[in-house]
């Protein structure tokens, strides 16, 4: 269970090979990932005057989230890739603030300034207790129509197949997730203590609105082990409709296959 003080050293220690696009690779790169899974989900709430980016590392997503805003702020509570994000975005054409954070606040955060908060492939690693705390804050953070789309762990749904990869010798797990394709890979990182219900009962705590909740695979296994969580402040023009709750083991398929390619 990856502790805030565990994902800060993790992620200042990390190499970065490919400033984070080595994570995209199923996809044929970070552009086919964002215009392939990320950009259909989001498009309904883009372009927005405002947009907070949680966790960005070293802008993965940050350099095509800047072309869909007036300003962007960066949040992250690895001092080092904000210091990356600031040399690789020195020149951008939009104004970007860089805030480096404890891993639970937002403080630094205007009220009611943000019209859409986006975090993908680095909350997974945050368990409830912070997953919590960026939704309260949310609540304050996000404009009267503000959305929020937060990729994080549904892996705590899982607990038996959790306990039993455990308990496999590495070789022995490593072969049955490559035959059945039925355990969750527990070397991902992901946040143990987070489902889907739980961030959901988290936003309703807070005052917010969920529309949707996506599940989804991720990588070799068949298990839904993330989720992807829409949610609005409940006077929002966006609220109203019952939330939706959707399982998608096909996520992956959405990546660039052997034999595709993606024209960009």
Same mark, same amino acid.
């Given at each position: /269970?990856?502790?805030?003080? *565990?994902?800060?050293?993790?992620? *200042?220690?990390?190499?970065?090979? #490919?400033?984070?696009?080595?994570?995209?690779? %199923?996809?044929?790169?970070?552009?086919?990932?964002?215009?392939?899974? &990320? =950009?259909?989900?989001?498009?309904?709430?883009?372009?927005?005057?405002? &947009?907070?980016? &949680?966790? %960005?590392?070293?802008?993965?997503?940050?350099? =095509?989230?800047? #072309?869909?805003?007036?300003?962007?702020?960066?949040?992250?509570?690895?001092?080092?890739? &904000?210091?990356?994000?600031?040399?690789?975005?020195?020149?951008?054409?939009?104004?970007?603030?860089?805030?480096?954070?404890?891993?639970?606040?937002?403080? /630094?955060?205007?009220?009611?300034?943000?019209?859409?908060? =986006?975090? =993908?492939?680095?909350?997974?690693?945050?368990?409830?207790?912070?997953?919590?705390?960026?939704?309260?804050?949310? #609540?304050?953070?996000?404009?009267? *129509?503000?959305?929020?789309?937060?990729?994080?762990?549904?892996?705590?749904?899982?607990?038996?197949?959790?306990?039993?990869?455990? @308990?496999?010798?590495?070789?022995? @797990?490593? @072969?049955? @997730?490559?035959?059945?394709?039925?355990?969750?890979?527990?070397?991902?990182?992901?946040?143990?203590?987070?489902?889907?219900?739980?961030?959901?009962?988290?936003?309703?705590? !807070?005052?917010?609105?969920? /529309?949707?909740?996506?599940?989804?695979?991720?990588?070799?296994?068949?298990?839904?082990?993330?989720?992807?969580?829409?949610?609005?402040?409940? !006077?929002?023009?966006?609220?109203? !409709?019952?939330?939706?709750?959707?399982?998608?083991?096909?996520?992956?398929? #959405? !990546?660039?296959?052997?034999?595709?390619?993606?024209?960009?």
């Amino acid at each position: /269970m990856p502790s805030v003080d *565990d994902n800060r050293r993790t992620w *200042d220690a990390y190499q970065w090979p #490919e400033d984070g696009d080595e994570w995209s690779a %199923p996809w044929g790169g970070a552009s086919n990932q964002w215009r392939r899974s &990320i =950009f259909p989900r989001v498009t309904a709430y883009l372009p927005a005057p405002t &947009i907070l980016e &949680i966790g %960005p590392g070293h802008g993965r997503w940050s350099r =095509f989230l800047i #072309e869909q805003c007036a300003r962007l702020l960066l949040v992250d509570s690895s001092a080092a890739c &904000i210091e990356v994000c600031k040399q690789r975005f020195v020149d951008a054409a939009r104004p970007i603030e860089y805030h480096v954070n404890d891993g639970y606040s937002l403080g /630094m955060v205007t009220d009611g300034s943000v019209d859409f908060a =986006f975090s =993908f492939d680095s909350l997974v690693h945050a368990e409830i207790d912070v997953l919590r705390a960026y939704v309260t804050q949310l #609540e304050c953070k996000l404009s009267a *129509d503000g959305v929020a789309f937060l990729h994080h762990s549904n892996t705590g749904a899982y607990p038996l197949r959790v306990a039993l990869a455990r @308990r496999l010798p590495e070789r022995a @797990r490593r @072969r049955v @997730r490559r035959i059945t394709r039925a355990l969750p890979n527990i070397a991902a990182w992901r946040a143990e203590s987070v489902t889907a219900a739980a961030v959901a009962s988290a936003c309703e705590a !807070a005052g917010l609105c969920v /529309m949707r909740q996506e599940l989804i695979n991720w990588c070799d296994t068949v298990c839904l082990v993330d989720c992807l969580t829409t949610i609005t402040r409940r !006077a929002s023009a966006h609220a109203g !409709a019952p939330a939706e709750l959707v399982s998608n083991p096909h996520f992956m398929g #959405e !990546a660039v296959r052997p034999d595709q390619s993606l024209e960009i």
